[in-house]
């Protein structure tokens, strides 16, 4: 009888520990084996499922950390006209493409900006402005600019992104073209009509 009350007694005690999360008692008052090697690894599971989770996405977040931060060279190109092209002599159009900064809406001084130059090299000396006094040059915050009454002949259009100051920037940007502008091919006069009149009425 005091066996049954007592494993009676253990049964309630098991009950009401499983229910608290703790491993149960045996008959002797110790826990089992099993269930404490089960209670340890389910205790060490968290940590695993942890770092197999926050491993990945911590390295996503350092990556785009990353990837965010950096900034992209500049680069500059002439558009038009294009290598050894050849073109008309008079007004010639020198299109640029800039990347990686964006050059001044309307005030040159105010930012990055571009210099021009015809038949000149762009002047790239550190700390010192870039302008040549060799050919002309202009100096604006457009992407585009016209070389007006170009003569016939083999030319040289550059073009160099600059600070606000005019100065260079470390390294220079700068790009060239060499086109040959021809003057227009006069067309020929056509012949009076030798076709001869009707006689009036008259005659």
């Known amino acids: 009888m005091k066996s049954s009350v007592q494993r009676t007694l253990a ?18 008052g110790s826990p089992p084996d099993s269930v404490g090697r089960g209670t340890q690894t389910g205790k060490g599971s968290w940590p695993r499922a942890v770092l197999w989770v926050g491993l990945p996405i911590a390295g996503l977040f350092c990556f785009l950390l990353i990837s965010g931060g950096r900034k992209e060279a500049p680069t500059i190109g002439i558009v038009t006209p294009s290598r050894n092209a050849t073109v008309a002599a008079g007004d010639i159009l020198v299109s640029v493409q800039v990347t990686g900064v964006r050059p001044a809406s309307t005030n040159p001084a105010s930012g990055y900006h571009l210099h021009y130059y015809l038949d000149a090299n762009p002047p790239t000396a550190p700390g010192k402005p870039a302008i040549t006094t060799v050919g002309p040059w202009a100096s604006t915050a457009a992407s585009s600019y016209v070389w ?34 021809v003057s227009p091919i006069p067309q020929p006069s056509l012949p ?12």
């Open 148 to 181: 007006k009454n170009v003569a016939a002949g083999t030319h040289v259009l550059s073009v160099q992104l600059v600070r606000g100051d005019d100065t260079p920037l470390a390294p220079a940007l700068t790009d060239s073209v060499t086109v040959r502008a």
């Open 11 to 28: 049964l309630l005690r098991n009950q009401r520990l499983r229910t608290a999360g703790q491993p149960f008692l045996s008959r002797d």
């Open 192 to 203: 009076a009509s030798s076709t001869p009149r009707p006689p009036s009425r008259g005659s």
